[in-house]
């Protein structure tokens, strides 16, 4: 049950992360021109945010459980 | 080449596939072998999620407002990290009340309102009736896009086709007779689908794969890679505005707004609920959905943009609608089978969402808004039937059919109409109106019936009056000044700028005033709204859902009515011993008679006991729970409180006998421990009596030793005796520490033994003679009394004459200095012989008797007499007797003379013990 309630709060804890990433003032930072390796910065910068939030919630649900 | 018949033939295999997966999913199930119960399934369920509106309206979304189609993929994932949290409590909620669709769930929180139900059941269909039609037309567009093959172009507009020429109907008629055959196959009473689960799993696969594969085909096959692709796409006009956040795709504000908008929607669209709620097998199988349901998300997103870009660098501007780049792009460049491979894509997006919201639909119409009439209209005489399920089933088939022609009629009025573009938003704010009353009721117990009867209908209503009715007024069926002018001219109520709020975007217009009134007003009235008791009793079981089902014992807090609580006790105490338990009980309380009772905590508390004493606390616990409920229990609740009784009762064995051995070790621990503090107390007593005795001879010897040595003209004769006096000193301190080692090979069990059958008579004889020249020396006189013959006994024959000599040399040391008198005598036992020595010396005092034979004991003040032996014999020879099995003891009195005896037992007898 612990563990249960550990990974639960590690879950919002990425929730959070992922509103912030999401969120205004971050995503202001990375909405302008320019390319990263030929892609479009905010568009690089969403997918790549959120490949970052999928596989850091792989790893909290995996290995807590 | 792609004929008509090739496409129909093609989706009709499709769906024959899709038949065959869903017969089987059935068919395992039924034989209790799911398939659908793994976490991948699971989530591949969840991507029901991605409509056609996903498949073909991303990429047109995104030629419109570039990376503004997003938010709707962003937001699901952020609360696929809170599915741990809410989701599962859902899941535990509907599972343990047997809720099976949003509105079930919502009129159970609420005390089991009928009007809660059926506002929730109105509200579901009117918001996603044009969904559905949004699905129809995908459908029967990409159809007719794909019969023009090879030519590319949209089919033609405006001009109205018949009735019975329109691909869309017969797309709704398939679709609806599709949905039947599996979807109301049987009633079952939890409302789970397993194979149709299988088959949206399968369309989740199906449309993935196609639009990754055209996604690949844009990206690697037209252009070199995504870098190539966007370099390619610099050069287009306005690209910028595509690519950054701040113009079309909306300011950040309604950005965020989508985000949230599309969080609830996760939650509480009527699809996702079955899927993710009503169809989940094992609550585990979210753990892996929370991070595989995003995954699914980004990978069918991940082209959307290179799909856009390519369409609007092929296609010539405005020919083609960039909703349908996605089918076109193939089209155009002759690659008729990823374009059957899209078509099919497209048709399982739009199949998949259809059939799981008319699934979930006409549940929640059956079940919260018709037969809660049927029931009540008395004519019917429905409540008095044993048998419903006939009918029920008729219900659901025909609300299934009903929702499709809706949908169908709905595309139809609509057409090309603006009212079908926005629509998935639409339908999603129409469903976000379910989140305060659904997240409230999970986490608020004072969230009453009255307030969310007010929050929803309220937030419903600014919903239809910022949305839909201005989607209406664009497609022309309301006059556009009810837009620009607001109704009446009233510009304050303009629905796209409510009380002169103009910055926003739509959505998040409306999404601002219905979320406001909504959670506003269901606040407001629950905070000055008393509940009923049977709402107050499902608060908290939904809030405490956690804590009720858990094993913790939570106190019951909730109440309920008197009669039921009676009645349940009744039933298993009887009638009458109830009533007068529950009489005492008032009477402590201090009222006249029962009747007067309060159903507050306390009396449940009190019923529980009573109960308990009967039934065992657990059972009562949940005994007492369904009258919350009001719900009989299943068979299958009974089975799991015995089950966790009889395993709460194995543990606590498992438990008393744990500590039972555990006692029984710790006193064996402390035995030993005080065993070892014996023996190392003993050892320490011995070692320093052992020196101090060793001392003694020592000292007369250096002492002696000192007198010669400082003494050079001592005369001969006392220097021949001091020298004798360390000679005999020396011996004595040799034989001492030959007899402490003795001593300790007998204590250690490492001494020798040769044992053999000997004759006491000849030992004793032996011992007589080695001893003779002593006894000469002391003058004592030896008497010698032995039978003739004696039995032969098995011993060691030079320990025994050790002992002997030890008793004899005693007894001559102890005899009388005058008339010294010894007498031996060997006596026959009728199991022993025993040998007793006595002398006539001035005998032992009873409480020196035991103190002889301890280490270094004498008897006499060694510190002031001189020592007459080592102290060591007597305990030497106690040894050696223990070992054969006899004793050695003494009898005497002062005055008396002494009496060392030691018996041995006979050699039949002694050859078991050695």
Redesign the interface.
Known sequence: MANRTIRAQRLVALFALGCLLFGFPLLSLFNGGGTLFGIPLLFAYLFGAWALLIVLMLLVVERSG | MLFGGVILLASFAYLGILFAIAYWGDKRADAGRSIIANPYIYALSMAVYATSWTFYGSVGRAAASG?GF??IY?GP??M??????VLRKMIRISKANRITSIADFIAARYGKSGLLGGLVTLIAVIGVIPYIALQLKAVSTSFLILLQYPEVAMPAKGQRVGLLQDTALYVALLLAAFTLLFGTRHLDATERHEGMVAAIAFESLVKLVAFLAVGVFVTFGLYHG???L??HAMRLPDV?RL????NAAGT?GS??WL?ALSMLSILFLPRQFQVSVVENVNESHL??A??LF??YL?AIN?FV?PITFAGLMQFPPGTLDADTFVLTLPMAHRQEALTLLVFIGGLSAATGMVIVETIALSTMICNDLVMPLLLRWKVLALGSRSDLSGLLLGIRRGAILLLMLLGYVYYRAAGEAYALVSIGLVSFAAVAQFAPAMLGGMYWKQGTRNGALCGLSLGFLLWAYTLLLPSFAKSGWLPLAFIEEGPFGIAWLKPLALFGLEEMDDISHALFWSLLGNVGTYVGVSLFDRQGIREHAQAVLFVDAFKIS?RGASPWRGSASLEEVMTLIGRFLGPVRTEDAFAQYAAGCGLRSWQALEPDAELVHFAETLLAGAIGASSARVMLASVVKEEPLGMDEVLNILDEASQLLAYSRQLEQKSAELEAATAELRAANERLQELDRMKDDFISTVTHELRTPLTSIRAFSEILNDNPELDARQRARFVAIIVKESERLTRMINQVLDLAKLESGRAEWHASELDLRTVIEDAVATTSQLLEERGASLTLQLPDEVPRVRADRDRLLQVLLNLISNAAKFCDRDAGRIVIALRVLPDALQVDVSDNGCGIDPADQETIFEKFRQVGDTLTEKPQGTGLGLPISRQIIRHFGGKLWVNSARGQGATFSFSLPLAGVAEEDV
């Open positions: 990376v997003l938010p962003l994932t952020l696929a990290a809170l599915f741990w949290l995504f870098a190539d966007f370099e910028d690519l950054t956040l701040g950040y950005w965020a985000i753990a892996k929370v991070w995003p995954l980004l991940i943009l858990g």
